[in-house]
């Protein structure tokens, strides 16, 4: 099984443009998330799934959308790319919310 | 706000030494988690002890839970150059999401 597999791992972009990360998952979980990571700041909530054609706000959700149209993937896009947002994304998901997390490889995103 | 605050924030030992890292939480917690993250690479589930629980192991892995003192910590015995890496504690105090502190990073020195 691929577990969770993240799409595209790298990406530049500029300032203004649009872009959507992908994440599939092939282990039927509920579950969904999608986080950011920052040096020194840990890992931080973008937005969530709890099932599919359901969404919701993390921690840090300004500027994110997401969808989940299939319970496999949850897709995040950023509509108007800043340089805040320059990160590294990080799909997960979980049979429950109590579960354990399976990460994908994450997803390096530079906005220039 | 993140939920769990992990301390130190790095640690260097040598091989063959203990290791051991603390993670603290604010709210009632289900269950917390601990993660391991080797550079460049997605986090890996590590163990999960529920809120009920006060000691679990897993082959060189303890970890403790206080509920009193909103706290748990990691134990790595005899670690190995290879255990190098950030460790993640995370918690479900938010609801329907895990929510993770910034991070532990060990050094294993040969």
């Known amino acids: 099984n691929a577990g969770v597999t993240q799409t595209p791992k790298f990406r530049v972009l500029k300032t203004g443009q649009s872009m959507t990360l992908l994440c599939a998952q092939d282990m039927n979980h509920e579950y969904m998330y999608w986080y950011r990571q920052d040096p020194g700041m840990g890992l931080r909530l973008i937005h969530y799934?709890?099932?599919?054609?359901?969404?919701a706000k993390g921690e840090v959700p300004d500027g994110y959308n997401v969808s989940r149209l299939k319970k496999q993937n949850f897709l995040l896009g950023l509509e108007s790319a800043a340089p805040s947002q320059t990160s590294v994304y990080f799909c997960?998901?979980?049979?429950?919310?109590?579960?354990?997390?399976?990460f994908g490889e994450g997803s390096r995103l530079t906005v220039l | 706000s993140q939920q769990g605050e992990e301390d130190p924030q790095a640690l260097s030992i040598q091989e063959g030494e203990n290791a051991t890292m603390n993670c603290s939480y604010k709210?009632?917690?289900?269950?917390l988690q601990w993660y391991r993250q080797n550079s460049g690479r997605g986090l890996v589930h590590l163990i999960l002890i529920r809120s009920n629980e006060r000691e679990k192991h897993s082959g060189r892995l303890r970890v403790t839970l206080d509920t009193s003192k909103k706290s748990s910590s990691l134990l790595i015995t005899a670690s190995r150059a290879a255990d190098t890496a950030s460790y993640f504690c995370?918690?479900?105090?938010?609801?329907?999401?895990?929510?993770f502190g910034a991070g532990t990073r060990l050094t294993v020195k040969p």
């Open positions: 799934s709890v099932g599919e054609g359901t969404t």
């Open positions: 995370a918690t479900d105090a938010w609801g329907n999401d895990m929510r």
């Open positions: 997960a998901s979980a049979a429950s919310h109590t579960g354990e997390l399976f």
């Open positions: 709210t009632s917690i289900n269950n």
